[in-house]
Structure formats: C-alpha cells, structure tokens
C-alpha cells in the first residue's frame, strides 16, 4: 500500500509538535505574506500537513479499552443488583410475606438475573473487541493503564483548540476565494470578457474546489467578498478563531441590505468586542445584528420584509428511506397558523383515541389536507389566497372573479410519477430497486404496487402468459427497464414518445387494480440498460439540437445535473465536447445540466469530454469493471484542475457469470 503523502518515507506521521506550529501559521500570516505565491504555498502545504497530524489522533484500540471498560462497570452495577433482588425474594420467602409480594418479588429477580447475564455478555463481547485490535486484556476485561490515562479535561482542550484552528482555516480559505475570484475576473477580462459577464464560472470552481454544487460555490464565493471586503472586524474574528463561516454568514446575510456605511457600523458593534462576540450563540447573534440593522435603517429593514413575501416558495428534497422533505418558505403569520392547525388536528386525533404518534398525525393531516382540498372561496385577497390575484375587469357589484384551476380537487390519477424498473421486478418478482426519477431507489414491491395499484403486484402476476404486457425484453440485454408514468386521464401520446429506446409504450391492465385507493392508467416505456453497469444503450441523431426523445434519454440516465456535487434538477441538454468542435449529438455526447452549470461552461478556459471506460480503482476481482459503460465526464476548469463526474446506474445491473467448471 503506498505511503501517505503526509507522512515521511517510514511511513510514520509528523511530530505532534509540528501541529502546534501548523495551527499557529494560518492566522499570523501577515498581510504582504499572504499577496505572495510563497505564502499561498505555505498555506496548502500546512493544511496538508494538518490532514495528517489529525489523521494519526485516532487510535480504535484506546475506544475499544473505554468501552470495554463501561461494558464491564454496568455488568458489575446489573450482578449487583441480581443479588439484591435475589436477597428480596428470599428474605420474603423466609418472613411468610404476602403471595402478591413474593410473586413481585420473583419476577423482579428474574428480570435483574436475565439483566446481569445480558450485561456479562455484552462486556465479553466488548473484551472480544479490544483483542481484536491487538490491546492488552487483564482479568478485569480491560487495560486499566490504557483507561486511566484517557484525560478528558485533554480531550476538550483538543476539541477546543481544533475548532479555533478551523476557523482559522476557514478564514484562510475565504480570503483565498476571495482572492480567486478577483484573479479570475482579471483573467477574463484580458481575454475579452464583456463587463456584466466577469465571475462566469468562478463560483462553480470553487464548489469544485469544496466538493459542493455550482449553486453552493456562488455562495460560498459571494460570502468570501462580502467578508473581506465590507466586514473586516467579522473576518479578523474568524481569522482569530472566535467564530466559524457559519456565524460570519449570520452577521453578513441580517447586513445585506444596508448601505455599506451602515454595515461598517454594524460589523464594529457586533464583532470589534471578541470577548463578547465568543460567548453569543446563533440566534443571539442573529437577532443582536438584525437590531442594530434595524436602527439604522427601518424603513429599508421594513421594505425587505416586504419583499420576502414576493419570494415563498414550496420545495422538495430527498430523504432517506424513501422519504422526501416538503418545505415551505412563507410568512410568519401563515407558517405559525399552519403548525397550530396541524397540531390541533393532531391533538384531537389523540383525544379521540388515535394510537398514531402526534408527528405522524401531523403529517398525515398536511397530506390529506392538500391532497384532498376541494375548491373554496375563503381567504379572497389576502396572501394566502391560492387561487390568485382578483380580476381587474369583474364589475364592481359582482365578487371578484378568479383564475379558475389554482384550487381544485387532487386525486392519484392525476399526478404523475416516473418510474424506473427492470422488466424482471414487474413482471417476475425479482428484486431489482426502482428508481422514481430524481430521486433515491425504492424496493421492488413498493414499485410494483405503484404501478399496478395493489399492495404487492408478484403474486397478481404470477398467472400472467409471458411476455405479455411488454414482455421481459431481451436476454441479451439484462432486462429492459421500464420508465412508467402514471396519470388516470392523461393522453398517453404525451408520454415523451416511443423513439427514446426500444419500443413504444405499452399499456399494463393489472388485476385487482384499485386496492390502494386508486386505478391509474400506466404506460411503460421499454428502455434497455447494460446488464453490467446499468447505463441506457445509446442513440444517435444528426441534428445540432437534442431532439425530445434523446433529451428524455438524457433525463433518464442523469437523473440530476451531471456536474459534480451539483445534484440540481436538469434545465438544459449539452453537448459535452461541443458541436463547433466536432461533437456529435448523440446520448454519448450529450449530458443533462442545470441551468447554472451549462452557462458556467460558457466562461473562457472551460474543457469537458467525454470520458470512455473505468475509473482507475474500478477493476472487479475478474479484470472487469462493472462501471466501464457508465457515461463519465471529465471537466478541466480555468485552473487546469480536472473533475470527472459518472452517471448514476439505473435498475438492471447484474453480474456476469463465468462458465462453471466441468467436474
């Protein structure tokens, strides 16, 4: 195994005495140091070399020795108390008590006998651990020499000392941002750049940079000249190590709209006093900077309530599980009704006997409120009217008239849900996740009961011919997948046409339809993956434009912007090496993008390409790397700093077998 680049040829990591120097050479740079190359240096290779000290901090075997040591304390605690209880019981036997008392009696010393014999257990267990990692193991189970020489008042000067080294850090990586930036806009504009187009890309460089999204790096840029340029007592604390990035954005985002006079005042009130600044939290902070705002400036702090209004929005978000998270950013006074509603509804669901828990019943109340909302004619002109702004032509002793279709009745057929599955998962029974486009992969059951509407569709289908329905698709190619759309009433000519990959859409009848409340019309779309990685098989088309059945291909394959740690939805269709350089429009060429990433690229200095076979640590045991026909991307920043990004494998990957020997 070759040798970390921060440790010497012996392999052995730095002194821990380096650390102290490595901590201490970020915030004392001085000015003129840190405008030279050399410093820049300094800077990088000190923070490699912190990457190394730290990683040498750890040693498994020392938590192994700790929690062996507690294992074996609450152990010793459950025997006690088993002998204790067992003491009760005999004691009552011997003095004729009561039969209730001797029976509570024998079970609590049962209960306290399996307690301590799990807890011994457990601490065996614990020991097994420690040995495991090479540490000494005396009669005790543990190293009491290893234990005891654990300090935690060291622990928490460790804690301490690393969280005002990273904010240090930080504030060296914000003013090397800040630097960047301006560079990067001094390069483009000796190569021509127009004036309102300079900082093209500079932000999804340093996202790279951070392993964050374009839209994070615009962030993260925006915060950096902010901090160096309009709020240096701010910046000197981070540099100090007083506070972190995140409370700099505090001070930076409640200051955004103040004249830059006024945000100098404010900057020198909260953060000029470090002893002061040190013991605030969040929220102190937040609301200590949106006072001093206030008093400077109401009108302008008013007018820009007044302005969030205009910006609610609902959004959702992947979670875990097969779950996504469904925010709302509103007014106050919408957001707190909202809550106590649900609560109420949550609170009388209890009362009457309800066994769900109160957040459960919270959330089935939001979604049987907004999918089951019937038009109404409540709340006209306020900012909660959701059925839009009053018409200006409605005669004046009429009610106003409204935009019809913002309020109406939402039933399953009428949403749309794309769905990713091999053929094998619907129709066999087999057990390859699904993919709900743009979001995380579900089990097979769940998919099928999606699609056909019962609560497990194998069994339903158990009697079904073969390859009727769309069939299974072709051997040879693993299984086809199966993009189905489901929505009850739609024109299925608006499926996005049967031109993408393999056939048209078929339609699937399935028996039993409706027991989960619903019988929708579902069209599967045969689209065909390699039966190793997963990748779509591609298509070709001699137009410069991408047409809409390859764009749907695209949208299939990426799923999510295709830039690294982007993860936004798809806007565009680009040409990864570009039609005027010779690319041709095919899927192989061809990548979904957000809106932001695709004009990034049009920034002087930007390189991408397609990237054709395996990353060089994907070789599988055989020498074949189930990655190889994944699409990858390769971007070369301004910089010459190269990322490369792969497509996400879709539902379908297998593992090729070798021909079994003969015996």
């Known amino acids: 195994m070759a040798v970390p680049e921060w440790q010497n040829d012996a392999g052995v990591s730095p002194d821990p005495s380096e650390a102290s120097a490595i901590l201490g050479m970020v915030p004392d740079g001085s000015p003129a140091a840190a405008r030279s190359a050399g410093a820049a240096a300094d800077v990088a290779d000190a923070a490699r070399a912190l990457v190394g000290v730290c990683g040498g901090f750890f040693d498994p075997a020392v938590l192994a020795q700790l929690d062996a040591a507690l294992a074996h304390e609450l152990a010793a605690r459950a025997r006690e108390r088993a002998v204790g209880a067992a ?16 029976e509570r009696a024998a079970a609590h010393a049962g209960a306290c006998k399996a307690a301590a014999t799990k807890a011994g257990k457990l601490a065996g267990e614990a020991t097994a651990v420690v040995s495991a990692f090479g540490g000494t193991v005396t009669a005790q189970g543990f190293d009491p020499a290893v234990v005891d020489a654990v300090s935690g ?9 690393l969280e005002e080294a990273k904010n240090a850090l930080a504030a060296a990586q914000i003013q090397a941002e800040a630097l960047f930036t301006a560079q990067q806009r001094l390069s483009q504009a000796r190569a021509g750049v127009p004036k309102d187009k300079l900082g093209k890309g500079v932000g999804l460089q340093i996202g790279f940079a951070r392993h964050e999204s374009g839209y994070r790096g615009r962030q993260l840029a925006e915060l950096a000249a902010v901090l160096v340029r ?3 007592h701010t910046m000197d604390a981070v540099t100090a190590g007083i506070i972190g990035e995140d409370r700099a954005r505090i001070v930076a985002t409640e200051t955004v709209f103040l004249t830059a006079d006024h945000r100098a005042d404010v900057d020198a009130l909260i953060s000029a006093d470090h002893d002061k600044l040190a013991v605030m939290g969040s929220k102190e902070l937040a609301a200590a900077a949106r006072d001093a705002a206030y008093r400077l400036e109401p009108e302008v702090f008013t007018k820009r309530r007044e302005k969030a209004v205009t910006e609610r929005h609902v959004s959702l978000r992947p979670a875990a599980d097969g779950m996504t998270l469904l925010s709302a950013l509103i007014p106050l006074k919408h957001g707190v009704t909202i809550l106590k509603t649900l609560t109420r509804a949550a609170d009388t669901a209890t009362a009457a006997g309800d066994e769900r828990g109160r957040g459960q019943l919270m959330a089935d109340a939001l979604i049987h409120r907004l999918t089951q909302h019937a038009p109404c004619d409540d709340g006209a002109g306020t900012v909660g009217d959701h059925r839009g702004p009053a018409s200006p032509h409605a005669p004046a002793e009429t009610p106003p008239a409204r935009r019809p279709g913002l309020c109406t009745t939402v039933t399953e057929p009428d949403i749309m849900i794309e769905l990713v599955m091999t053929d094998r998962a619907l129709f066999e029974g087999a057990n390859d996740p699904a993919i709900i486009v743009g979001h995380e992969p579900i089990p097979a059951p769940e998919a099928r009961a999606m699609v056909l509407g019962i609560q497990d569709a194998a069994p339903a289908l158990e009697a079904r011919p073969a390859g009727s329905g769309g069939g299974s698709g072709s051997g040879k190619e693993g299984g086809g997948s199966g993009s ?4 009850g009433g739609r024109d299925s000519g608006q499926e996005g046409g049967g031109d993408s990959a393999g056939t ?15 019988s929708p019309r579902t069209w599967l779309r045969r689209l065909f ?17 991408f047409p809409d059945g390859m764009k749907e291909f695209l949208r299939l394959q990426y799923q999510r912007c295709a830039n690294p740690y982007c993860g936004a939805p798809i806007r565009h269709y680009d040409h990864i090496k570009s039609w005027a350089a010779g690319g041709p429009t095919s899927t192989t060429n061809g990548q979904g993008l957000c809106a932001a990433c695709n004009q990034a690229k049009e920034a002087p200095g930007w390189l991408a390409e397609p990237a054709n076979g395996p990353p060089p640590d994907a070789e599988s045991p055989d020498g074949e790397s189930p990655e190889a026909s994944l699409p990858r991307t390769t971007t070369t920043t301004p910089t010459g700093h190269r990322y490369t990004s792969v ?14 020997r003969r015996r």
């Open 484 to 487: 189905g759309k489901e929505g």
């Open 230 to 232: 309009e709020l240096p």
């Open 504 to 518: 048209g859409p078929d339609e699937v009848n399935a028996p039993n339809a409706g027991r989960c409340g619903f």
């Open 529 to 545: 993956t390699h039966p190793d990685s997963g990748a779509l098989l591609t298509m070709d088309s001699r137009a410069r434009i």
């Open 87 to 102: 003491d009760l019981f005999e004691k009552g036997l011997r003095e004729g008590r009561a039969a209730a008392f001797v």
């Open 153 to 161: 008042a060291a622990l928490v000067d460790v804690i301490a000392g």
């Open 647 to 660: 497509a996400p494998p879709l539902p379908g990957q297998t593992r090729r077998r070798r021909p079994g």
